[in-house]
C-alpha cells in the first residue's frame, strides 16, 4: 500500500462526515476541500519542480479508488483537481508558479471548448459558458477551454483543424451557475461557470494537442485525455468496490422469516461471486494496462497508438462494467434500496452519472477498435 492509498484510506471519516452536507448543497464543503488540500491529494499530477507530487499513474488510480469507496462525489473533485494538476507540466516556469507554486491553490478545469478567445497582444480576450465545472467552487484557478478566434472565426492550425486551448483563470474572474440538480455525482458542485470579457495571459493557457510537455517524466508521457479517462475509471472502480461493501454488509443484516440471513442464500452468493469476478477481471485489465503503458513511459515515450488503445479501453470496460455490477447489486437488494438515503441507491445513481462523461462513452468502443485493428498512428483524443 503506497503513502497515498493510507492518506486517501485515513480521510474516510472526514468523507463520511461530510455526506449529507455534500448531498443538500450539492458540492463540496470548503473545510473537506481544505483538508485534501493538506494532503496534497489536489496536486498529485503537479511537478515535483512546482513542489507537486508528480505521482505514478497507479498510484493517483489506486488513490482515488480507495476515496471513492467512501464517497464517489468526493473521489470526483479530487479526480479533477489531481489531473488539471498536470497542465503544470505544459506551462512556462514562470507562470506554471503562479498557478499551481502554492500548495494551498487547487487548479479546477473544463476540457470541452464552449468558450472563444481572441488574441489582444500577450493576453486572450476570453468569453464563454461551460457545463461540467467539477470542484470548480472550491478551487483557486479555473481552467476552461476555448477555440482561438481571430477576427471572429475560429483559427486554425497548419492542419487545418480549430486551434484550442485551456485558459485559466483566477477564480475572481469566474462566475458560477447554479445548474447542478442531479441524482448521481451530486456532491461535485458540477454546474456551470462563465467568463465574458475577462483578458487572460498568453502564459495562462495550454493546449493539450499542440503543445508538449515541459517536463520529461514518465507520467507527462500519459496523453492529457487518457490521463483524465483513467481518472473517471478509478472513481467507478472505487464506488463498485464501496458497492460491493455495502451489500455485503445489507445482506449480513437481513433475515428471511425462518432467521437466516441473505447472505446464506445461494442465490446472493452466487450474484455476489459473480459481481467480485467482474469486478476483479476489469480492474485486472485496467491495472495491467496502466503498467504496461508506465513501462512504455519510463523507456522514453510517448506511448504508443496501441497502448493508448488498449489504456482508454481498459478505462471504458471498468466504467461501464462497473456500473452494471452496481446497478444489478441494487436490483437483488430490493425495497430498502430505492430510498434515497441508501448506500446502494447512491452508489447506482454515481455509477450511472459517471458513465455519461465523454472520456468512456460508447463511441470511444468505435475510436479504440479502429486503431487495434488498422494501427492507425494518430488519434488526438486517446
Not at 441524482?183 to 502564459?203: C, E, H, K, Y
Not at 495562462?204 to 508538449?212: A, E, G
Not at 492529457?224 to 483513467?230: N, S, V
Request: some cysteine; glycine content about 10%; hydrophobic content about 50%.
Amino acid at each position: 500500500m503506497s503513502d497515498w492509498v493510507s492518506l486517501a484510506r485515513a480521510l474516510h471519516a472526514d468523507i463520511q462526515a461530510a455526506q449529507a452536507e455534500m448531498s443538500e448543497t450539492r458540492r463540496m464543503p470548503e473545510a473537506l476541500a481544505a483538508r485534501f488540500a493538506d494532503t496534497g491529494i489536489f496536486r498529485l499530477c503537479v511537478p515535483e519542480a512546482y513542489s507537486g507530487a508528480q505521482a505514478g499513474v497507479r498510484d493517483l488510480v489506486e488513490t482515488l479508488e480507495v476515496l471513492a469507496e467512501a464517497d464517489a462525489s468526493a473521489a470526483w473533485v479530487a479526480m479533477i483537481g489531481a489531473t488539471t494538476g498536470a497542465l503544470a507540466a505544459y506551462m512556462a516556469p514562470d507562470a506554471a508558479r503562479t498557478i499551481f507554486g502554492d500548495a494551498g491553490n487547487i487548479v479546477t478545469g473544463i476540457y470541452a471548448p464552449m468558450g472563444r478567445a481572441a488574441l489582444e497582444g500577450d493576453a486572450y480576450r476570453v468569453n464563454g459558458q461551460w457545463k461540467w465545472n467539477s470542484g470548480g467552487q472550491n478551487s483557486h484557478w479555473i481552467a476552461g477551454g476555448c477555440l482561438i478566434t481571430e477576427g471572429g472565426t475560429p483559427k486554425l492550425n497548419a492542419a487545418g483543424a480549430p486551434i484550442m486551448r485551456m485558459m485559466i483563470a483566477p477564480r475572481a474572474d469566474v462566475r458560477h451557475i447554479d445548474t447542478w440538480r442531479t441524482g448521481g455525482l451530486r456532491g461535485t458542485g458540477s454546474g456551470d461557470m462563465a467568463i465574458n470579457d475577462v483578458l487572460i495571459p498568453q502564459a495562462h493557457s495550454v493546449s493539450l494537442t499542440d503543445d508538449k510537455a515541459r517536463i520529461t517524466a514518465p507520467l507527462y508521457a500519459f496523453p492529457a485525455f487518457g490521463l483524465l479517462a483513467l481518472g473517471i475509471a478509478a472513481v467507478a472502480s472505487g464506488n463498485a468496490s464501496g458497492a460491493l461493501a455495502d451489500f455485503a454488509a445489507a445482506m449480513a443484516a437481513k433475515r428471511t422469516p425462518n432467521g437466516r440471513t441473505l447472505a446464506e442464500r445461494g442465490a446472493t452468493q452466487a450474484l455476489y461471486a459473480q459481481a467480485h469476478a467482474e469486478y476483479a477481471a476489469a480492474r485486472a485489465l485496467l491495472l495491467q494496462e496502466i503498467d504496461a503503458a508506465w513501462a512504455e513511459a519510463e523507456a522514453g515515450g510517448p506511448l504508443s497508438a496501441p497502448q493508448r488503445a488498449r489504456l482508454r479501453l481498459a478505462a471504458t470496460h471498468i466504467t461501464r462494467t462497473a456500473a452494471e455490477i452496481v446497478r444489478r447489486l441494487q436490483d437483488f437488494a430490493g425495497g430498502a434500496s430505492v430510498f434515497s438515503d441508501d448506500p446502494l441507491h447512491r452508489r447506482l445513481a454515481d455509477a450511472q452519472t459517471a458513465t455519461a462523461h465523454i472520456m468512456i462513452a460508447p463511441m470511444t468502443y468505435e475510436m479504440i477498435g479502429r486503431v487495434l485493428l488498422s494501427g492507425e498512428a494518430h488519434i488526438a483524443e486517446l
